[in-house]
């Protein structure tokens, strides 16, 4: 695409908002990590029985909800009335689950650059993309917007559906043949998990003109080292931490 998303990352990327001190990809761990000075937060999708997209991380509600069993079995209206913030601390306890739609009109407010971690139901790949895609037609969202997946189903379904849109392949292990998986699943970036950094393959990939981001760190040395290595930026569950100990990274 003509427009990179990447052309504005910074390297504090709020992870599922700030999710150290706020429960996961609720709006107070969004604000907060705005609050707290990070520019970007990166949240997970995926979506309800009834098709909606829906801001979650795990394929069941036990551990971040009130409630429990299959998250897309369940349909918006009984997703809306879960606590989502309790499990977390009793301060939370307004905490709901958001939808996409809920979510751009927060970013929009808070001037919030959004990565949205695709995580679909395995076989709901294309619906959750179509969901996405809805909901941007919904609430225009007027900010650098990143896509991102372990799916290279959901990946395939960014590229055909929302082609504009900067797209990453999320990994753990950054593979030997990056640069075939980066192409076969058409993306700009790659994201990995940090305990996998390797400098020498990092400042291959940078050379070859990719962008890259690694989850999740919480240590200031590990980002400082990331960094010099050509890692565009780093997701973190304490944003206040990373941006003050980051300052002299930020362009
Ligand atoms: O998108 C980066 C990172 O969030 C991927 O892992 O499990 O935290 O969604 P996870
Ligand atoms: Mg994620």
Same mark, same amino acid.
């Given at each position: 695409p003509v427009f990179s998303a990447y052309d504005y990352i910074t390297p504090v990327i709020g992870h599922r908002g700030a999710c150290g001190e706020a429960p996961e990809n609720t709006q107070a761990s969004i604000e907060l990590a705005a609050h707290q000075g990070a520019q970007w937060v990166e949240v997970d999708v995926t979506i309800s029985a009834d098709g909606i997209a829906v801001i979650h991380h /795990?394929?069941? *509600? /036990?551990r971040c909800t009130s409630g429990s069993g299959i *998250? %897309?079995?369940?349909r918006l209206s009984e997703l809306k009335k *879960?606590? @989502?913030g309790s499990w977390f601390s009793? #301060? !939370?306890? =307004? =905490?709901r689950i958001l939808t996409l739609t809920e979510l751009f009109t927060l970013a929009n407010q808070l001037d919030l650059n959004l990565n949205l971690e695709?995580?679909?139901?395995i076989g709901r790949e294309s619906e959750t993309v179509w969901a996405i895609s809805r909901a941007l037609q919904e609430v225009p969202y007027e900010h650098p917007l990143l896509l991102s997946s372990f799916s290279l189903h959901a990946l395939r379904a960014c590229a055909s559906h929302l082609p504009h849109i900067t797209r990453a392949i999320n990994v753990e292990a950054i593979p030997r043949n990056w640069s075939e998986r980066i192409e076969e699943a058409g993306c700009q970036g790659l994201h990995f998990q #940090?305990? !996998? @950094? %390797?400098e020498s393959v990092i400042r291959e990939i940078k050379a070859a003109g990719y962008h890259l981001l690694s989850y999740t760190v919480n240590n200031p040395d590990t980002a400082e080292a990331l960094l010099s290595y050509g890692v565009d930026g780093i997701f973190t569950d304490y944003p206040a931490r990373m941006v003050r100990a980051l300052s002299r990274w930020t362009r």
């Open positions: /795990d394929h069941d *509600l /036990d *998250l %897309n079995l369940h *879960l606590d @989502a009793e #301060a !939370f306890s =307004q =905490q695709v995580k679909p139901v #940090a305990e !996998f @950094a %390797n």
